[in-house]
């Protein structure tokens, strides 16, 4: 499969608990992105990280990049009911497209 | 979703029908993109077009086709040669692959 890899498959905590997601793929990438789906709509993007950077930062989400592992890590903080949601990473190989991953499921118990 | 609309939200196709999803954006990008997507799985690419007049299959693009004659719509065709249609299909668009836009969505269900 050319997909990313996302784990946990799905997440559950309480509000104001903090939220990690992890992604890994399988070759040399020009950047990996974020994206979060709420129920039966389209995605919107999160963040972006390039090949180049090790962490990244965007209100209370944290990114992280491993270039040597080829995994990448989102870090929400301090979650709110209203970020339960699929979260999906996705690779720019340099083919002019992304390559999405399987996501991560998280609940977010008020 | 602002910038980007699909239409319909619901579609419902019989066996053997080509059906035909509608996406239109205003947001000015040369790059559109169609994804499927089944229940509990991320999204895999069906067709990409980069500019007018010329498109690229994805992953996915047997029992699909795509045209793109105006920058604004991509619209895609579901045929009959595709014997699993029945999914979550979304389209998106970008200017570069730094950021793409994505519609509310189609869901098409075949009877």
């Known amino acids: 499969s050319q997909q990313g890899e996302e784990d946990p498959q799905a997440l559950s905590i309480q509000e104001g608990e903090n939220a990690t997601m992890n992604c890994s793929y399988k070759?040399?990438?020009?950047?990996l992105q974020w994206y979060r789906q709420n129920s039966g709509r389209g995605l919107v993007h999160l963040i972006l990280?390039?090949?180049?950077?090790r962490e990244k930062h965007s209100g209370r989400l944290r990114v992280t990049l491993d270039t040597s592992k080829k995994s990448s890590s989102l870090l929400i903080t301090a979650s709110r009911a209203a970020d339960t949601a699929s979260y999906f990473c996705a690779t720019d190989w340099g083919l002019n497209k992304l390559v999405f991953g399987a996501g991560t499921i998280l609940r977010v118990k008020s | 979703d602002g910038g980007i609309t699909q239409s319909p939200k619901y579609l419902f196709r019989k066996e053997g029908q080509n059906v035909t999803l509608s996406c239109e954006q205003n947001l000015n990008h040369d790059a559109m993109y169609w994804y499927r997507q089944d229940p509990g799985q991320g999204l895999r690419l069906i067709y990409y077009?980069?500019?007018?007049?010329?498109?690229q299959k994805g992953d996915i693009a047997e029992g699909y086709s795509v045209s793109r004659e105006k920058k604004e719509s991509f619209p895609l065709t579901v045929t009959s040669a595709q014997k699993n249609p029945t999914a979550f299909y979304l389209c998106?668009?970008?200017?570069?692959?730094?950021?793409?836009?994505f519609g509310p969505g189609t869901r098409l269900t075949v009877l």
């Open positions: 077009s980069q500019i007018v007049n010329d498109f």
């Open positions: 998106a668009s970008g200017q570069g692959v730094d950021e793409q836009f």
């Open positions: 070759t040399s990438i020009n950047n």
């Open positions: 990280i390039r090949s180049n950077e």
